[in-house]
């Protein structure tokens, strides 16, 4: 039987970093299901080089519980790695490659388990599921996600496996990702009232974003189980002008929102979009009528906040032997399964502390205590529901 390492060291050596097809990991993981008496279904990307997998362990109809993951890993481009990005290394009790911590690991441990749980008569169902493109705005999993919504095998809960050092989480922030273009007109700067300077209408909108942050920081809007304690809005990337004696007509920046989940992100689109047409549209327009503000959503997820008293909740306790629930920084795909009526924890091995960089790593200890987990879930699965 193939233990957890084993299973890493194969997934890791697929390079799914999102850019790339995620076929060869997905054929390897129905495969390896095949071979243990499990049928997968596959949902493809409209190009049919990606896919979603859910399979299913256990009695028919609803309940029970879904192991979640993601197949795509971010970029090693540029990063100084001092091992094989896509080949498993290990050093002192660490597992090194792209993927360890975020997020083959919890992934392998879960393939790792199926052999154990086919073993055992279950009462609940399990349901395992990877997805594609999470790590650009969780984008494959959207469609597994609206297949469960209506199906009568929904799961009733969601454990996804990102890293969490094996703690138990409950909530983390949503994001919404919006590019902004601004259409001037241009001049020779020596006549520069004459034009509509797209790069300083663009500094006033970004300006607008900076005082719409402020605001949802204040006090009152502050929630102490996140780090920050309140919704953060940024600009990550601008770009605009052609030469210093041009007024530039074109502008371009992209801006983000992490939201608490009691805010709404759009809300600040809606913001700096009603702030767009009715202060600064009118002065542009009133030297050029073909200036324009133009706004694109880039990608958006919603934030997650389980209940602390619901049964995903005293589940995760029970598995993870904690009620010391905590949240997370980043984003996951669990405010997606919670809209849709499953109700959605996180906790699965490594840190993020290493993810995204250069000689990540996942430790053998989180893999043990992974396994720990799974293998507690297999008891509660055997239980009358």
């Known amino acids: 039987m193939l233990t957890s390492r084993d299973l890493l060291a194969r997934l890791i050596a697929f390079p799914t970093v999102s850019r790339n097809s995620n076929l060869a990991l997905i054929d390897f993981v129905r495969d390896y299901l095949?071979?243990?008496?499990?049928?997968?279904?596959l949902d493809y990307n409209a190009e049919r080089s990606k896919a979603n997998l859910h399979a299913r362990i256990g009695p028919a109809g609803?309940?029970?519980?879904?192991?979640?993951?993601?197949?795509?890993?971010?970029?090693v481009d540029g990063q100084a790695w001092s091992v094989p990005a896509f080949a498993l290394t290990e050093r002192n009790g660490l597992l090194y490659g792209r993927g360890t911590a975020d997020m083959k690991g919890f992934i392998a441990c879960v393939l790792a388990a199926v052999p154990r749980l086919l073993k055992r008569p279950l009462r609940r169902p399990l349901h395992i599921a990877l997805s594609y493109d999470e790590e650009v705005g969780c984008l494959g999993v959207r469609s597994l996600v609206e297949r469960l919504r209506s199906s009568p095998e929904r799961p009733a809960i969601c454990l996804i496996g990102e890293p969490t050092e094996m703690r138990p989480v409950l909530g983390h922030k949503g994001k919404l990702a919006m590019r902004c273009q601004v259409h001037g007109a241009a001049c020779h700067s020596a006549y520069a009232p004459q034009g509509v300077n797209a790069i300083e209408y663009a500094a006033k909108l970004i300006g607008k974003l900076g005082e719409i942050g402020a605001q949802l920081a204040a006090p009152a809007r502050r929630d102490a189980r996140f780090d920050p304690p309140y919704s953060t809005v940024q600009t990550g990337l601008i770009q605009g002008g052609r030469a210093l004696n041009i007024v530039p007509a074109e502008c371009q920046f992209d801006f983000e929102v992490r939201a608490l989940p009691a805010d709404d992100p759009q809300q600040v689109a809606r913001d700096l979009c009603a702030y767009a047409e009715t202060e600064l549209l009118p002065q542009m327009r009133a030297v050029s009528a073909a200036s324009a503000i133009e706004f694109q959503a880039l990608s958006a997820y919603p934030g997650l906040a389980t209940d602390p008293q619901g049964e995903a909740a005293e589940l995760l306790a029970l598995l993870s032997g904690s009620r010391d629930f905590s949240?997370?920084?980043?984003?996951?795909?669990?405010?997606l399964f919670d809209e849709a009526g499953i109700a959605t924890v996180i906790c699965g091995p490594g840190s993020m502390e290493q993810g995204h960089k250069p000689d990540e790593f996942v430790s053998l200890q989180q893999l043990d205590a992974c396994d720990v987990l799974l293998a507690r879930l297999a008891q509660w699965l055997q239980q009358d529901a």
């Not at 949240?327 to 405010?335: I, N, Q, R, S």
Request: aromatic share 4%.
């Open 62 to 75: 609803g309940g029970g519980v879904m192991l979640s993951g993601h197949s795509d890993v971010v970029p």
């Open 34 to 41: 095949k071979g243990l008496g499990l049928s997968c279904e």
């Open 327 to 335: 949240t997370v920084a980043f984003g996951t795909e669990g405010g």
